[in-house]
């Protein structure tokens, strides 16, 4: 795998090695293609409920309402209560990007939930787009397309077409990646600063640049300046919202208390996860918790294949800090393959495999991942009673 990576270490140019506009049109297509197929699987799951809904309607939903909320009104100037003094979460939990993206379609005569829809959903284009480029630049073409499919019908991609956040943060992720490779040194901090003000793991996404950074940097000392300053720009954007929440609350650790206080997420080293893997392999209590602790299993496998591959090193960064962020906090189990699906690394020994494979077997592989998968991520939100 590195060997191949390092074949290809020398593009200059943010666009160059695509696949022309034809392997770009793919890709989209790809997308296309799980987006419809997962929406018809909604409307065929929902309709079968005991309160049919809209399939509109679902991609609205939980999370949603929060990012609406910061999009129309603001984020709140302190911390929020109920009656009995007992702190809630609030809209400072949510990250600025997607909202202030919604904001902008608004303004442009677009009533807000379509906004925030059209928004993920141009989005997820945009993901596509960069997913392509980053396998393509890393093992060529077809695990360029092989990433698009595989990612965008994981199980929990149905989020690609909702009013979540996970859309913008899976474009600019991949975007930054794409220019730190092709050392794109203005581009890849804008989109770094931007990924680390969509999510809290955009954390470690400007790790993995200030890893291509130096990297670069030691492959020629004449450029140093261009990767230091993309480094710093997107090191600086976590810290900067998490500042900004504090100084609005008037209390350095508020935003995580507002996340502990919402949602019961905090960083307890993995203690929370180990326990909800423990019980539902003892139990086998319902077949989503099960389904849900298999899915964690499965992309520590896949991570550690993945490593002993040897993939690029800043991707490798990123994914294995963006896991210890997911598997070492509390919070809903059920969010976290949801939380998994940007990681990238989970998914690199199927693309390389599927790049490697004879085109009829990849095709057929994939497919019967993305059947599933697609399924999977339409019942969540159709017949699971719970927040995605």
């Known amino acids: 795998m590195q060997a191949e990576t390092e074949k290809k270490a020398d593009p200059v140019r943010l666009w160059d090695a695509a696949g022309g506009g034809q392997g770009i049109l793919v890709a989209v297509g790809l997308l296309g293609l799980t987006r419809v197929g997962q929406l018809v699987m909604i409307w065929w799951l929902g309709g079968a409920t005991a309160e049919p809904r809209p399939v509109w309607d679902r991609l609205l939903v939980w999370d949603a309402g929060w990012f609406l909320r910061v999009a129309m009104d603001g984020y709140p100037?302190?911390?929020?209560?109920?009656?009995?003094?007992?702190?809630?979460?609030?809209?400072?939990?949510?990250?600025?990007?997607?909202?202030?993206?919604?904001?902008?379609?608004?303004?442009?005569?677009?009533?807000?939930?379509?906004a925030a829809v059209v928004v993920a959903w141009l989005a997820s284009i945009g993901a596509a787009i960069g997913l392509h480029l980053l396998g393509t630049s890393l093992y060529g073409k077809r695990a360029g397309w092989a990433l698009v499919a595989i990612c965008c019908s994981a199980p929990a991609s149905v989020v690609l077409s909702m009013a979540y956040s996970e859309s913008i943060y899976l474009a600019l992720v991949a975007g930054m990646l794409v220019a730190a490779h092709r050392k794109v040194w203005w581009a890849a901090g804008l989109l770094g600063l931007a990924t680390a003000l969509?999510?809290?793991?955009?954390?470690?996404?400007?790790?993995?640049?200030?890893?291509?950074?130096?990297?670069?940097?030691?492959?020629?000392?004449?450029?140093?300046?261009?990767?230091?300053?993309?480094a710093a720009v997107a090191l600086a954007g976590v810290p900067l919202y998490l500042g900004w929440v504090a100084l609005r609350v008037g209390e350095p650790s508020a935003w995580f208390k507002i996340q502990t206080a919402g949602w019961g997420t905090s960083f307890d080293f993995g203690d929370s996860t180990l326990q909800f893997l423990n019980s539902t392999l003892r139990t086998g209590d319902g077949w989503i918790p099960m389904s849900v602790a298999l899915i964690l299993l499965a992309a520590l496998a896949a991570a550690g294949v993945a490593l002993a591959q040897k993939p690029w090193l800043p991707l490798a960064v990123y994914?294995?800090?963006?896991?210890?962020?997911?598997?070492?906090?509390?919070?809903?189990?059920?969010?976290?393959?949801?939380?998994?699906?940007?990681?990238?690394?989970?998914?690199?020994?199927?693309?390389?495999?599927?790049?490697?494979?004879?085109?009829?077997?990849?095709?057929?592989?994939?497919?019967?991942?993305?059947?599933?998968?697609?399924?999977?991520?339409?019942?969540?939100?159709?017949?699971?009673?719970?927040?995605?």
Not at 86 to 107: H, K, S
Not at 360 to 371: E, G, N, P, Q, T
């Open 319 to 388: 994914g294995v800090v963006a896991m210890i962020l997911v598997y070492g906090q509390a919070g809903f189990y059920h969010s976290k393959p949801r939380l998994l699906l940007p990681v990238l690394l989970t998914l690199l020994p199927a693309v390389v495999a599927a790049a490697r494979a004879r085109p009829r077997v990849a095709v057929l592989s994939i497919a019967a991942w993305a059947i599933f998968g697609l399924w999977y991520g339409a019942y969540l939100i159709t017949v699971w009673p719970f927040t995605l």
């Open 77 to 114: 100037h302190g911390y929020t209560f109920d009656d009995n003094q007992v702190l809630q979460g609030n809209e400072l939990a949510f990250f600025p990007v997607y909202p202030m993206l919604i904001r902008a379609g608004a303004l442009l005569g677009l009533e807000p939930g379509t």
């Open 198 to 230: 969509s999510r809290p793991t955009g954390a470690a996404a400007a790790l993995a640049l200030a890893v291509a950074a130096i990297m670069a940097i030691r492959e020629d000392r004449k450029q140093i300046w261009q990767p230091l300053t993309a």
